[in-house]
């Protein structure tokens, strides 16, 4: 019976091609389709009946390397785990359909063939969800990484002085990076002066509040001085209601009067040239 359906999906592959893509693109919920260019969804759909031949004919390593490389392209073109699966679904309908339809099966034997299929592609559509999901979760992983990395920099912005801005939530594990960073930065740049922004972050709590006085206190270890910018209203008043001690520190409102103190800090200021 494989070979049979083997034959059938090689013998009628454009057209059962053709159907199936009809039937991707005729659901309503798959916009990511509509944005696509087309010769992207014809090859991808192509690849698909690919792997599905690959595996009906026993090809065990072609068919494992060709399902990683196909699940890896489809997580870089988005496309949701929901069309996966309709996909999957569909292919099934459609060779079942097909195969009635030109008489390779009669309606007495329909029931078993459709069981062989259904028996056929259970595994092998779990097998491309797993692949897909275990794409998915490493691609964002990768992702958070290269966020996390680039969320919490530390900028010279003039000889001696360091401004590191913080945007978003604050995290036990971005507080690592921030403290990693941080004390890295000063020790390369040779700064004198750190000012930590916190104009970006939403909400500082009793966690937030510890976690910058940590960066704080290991700054000074290094030998430079930490300058907390950025308190905007709602967060000093926020500050003042949790008791969060920030006496040692230096605060200011704006980044401009911290850069400002942070010139006269290391010896310098800011004036006016007359034209």
């Given at each position: ?61 072609e068919y494992k390397e060709m399902l ?5 392209k489809i997580v870089r073109l988005g ?32 029931g078993e063939y459709l069981e062989l ?159």
């Amino acid at each position: 019976m494989y070979n049979k359906i083997t034959g059938h999906i090689e013998e009628h592959r454009d057209e059962l091609e053709n159907i199936w893509k009809e039937r991707l693109m005729s659901d309503a919920d798959s916009r990511i389709i509509d944005v696509m260019p087309q010769h992207i969804f014809e090859n991808t759909s192509s690849e698909f009946f690919d792997i599905i031949l690959l595996n009906l004919k026993d090809k065990e390593k072609e068919y494992k390397e060709m399902l990683s490389y196909f699940s890896d392209k489809i997580v870089r073109l988005g496309w949701p785990v929901a069309l996966v699966v309709k996909g999957l679904r569909e292919f099934v309908h459609t060779v079942q359909e097909n195969l009635v339809r030109y008489g390779s099966i009669d309606k007495e034997n329909e029931g078993e063939y459709l069981e062989l299929l259904d028996k056929w592609m259970t595994p092998v559509s779990n097998e491309i969800i797993q692949t897909y999901a275990e794409t998915w979760e490493k691609t964002v992983s990768l992702q958070k990484m290269a966020l996390q990395e680039l969320s919490a920099p530390l900028i010279p912005v003039v000889d001696q002085i360091s401004v590191m801005p913080l945007v978003g939530t604050i995290d036990t594990e971005r507080a690592r990076l921030v403290m990693e960073n941080l004390l890295e930065g000063v020790v390369s740049h040779r700064a004198e002066v750190v000012l930590i922004d916190i104009t970006g972050v939403p909400v500082v709590d009793t966690m937030v509040a510890h976690h910058i006085i940590q960066a704080a206190e290991a700054v000074h270890l290094v030998g430079a001085k930490c300058m907390l910018v950025g308190i905007r209203p709602e967060i000093a008043q926020t500050i003042v209601n949790l008791g969060i001690d920030l006496d040692r520190f230096i605060t200011t409102s704006t980044m401009k009067k911290g850069v400002e103190l942070a010139l006269e800090m290391t010896g310098r200021k800011i004036v006016e040239l007359e034209g």
